[in-house]
């Protein structure tokens, strides 16, 4: 299994940034898949996640400024991040998992002005 992110970099308050994490190694079109972050200090904190039918979880902090979506086609799944705030900065992860956990190597968001 192998799970890379891409996508995250520093942008201002009221920004956007689009994550990719792009999968291998699984069959992507019948997995669940899910979003997570971690900042300095703190653990790892859930952001989304999209099933095989396409149906979607948000945490309440990011619901109405993130969007989660998946191309199975491409084996990517992406998560779409407006309005990003101060407190949105952290290392995105991408996870999978079946019998065990997988995480991608993270991506870098920083929103800072």
């Known amino acids: 299994v192998q799970l890379v992110e891409s996508g995250g970099g520093l942008v201002q308050p009221g920004g956007s940034l689009r994550l990719s994490c792009t999968a291998s190694g699984f069959t992507f079109s019948s997995s669940a898949m899910s979003w997570a972050r971690q900042t300095p200090g703190k653990g790892i904190e859930w952001v989304s996640g999209i099933y095989t039918d396409g149906s979607t979880t948000y945490l309440d902090s990011v619901k109405g400024r993130f969007t989660i979506s998946r191309d199975n086609a491409k084996k990517t799944m992406y998560l779409q991040m407006n309005s990003l705030k101060l407190e949105d900065t952290a290392v995105y992860y991408c996870?999978?998992?079946?019998?065990?956990?997988?995480w991608g190597q993270g991506t870098q968001v920083t929103v800072s002005s």
């Open positions: 996870n999978f998992r079946d019998s065990a956990s997988y």
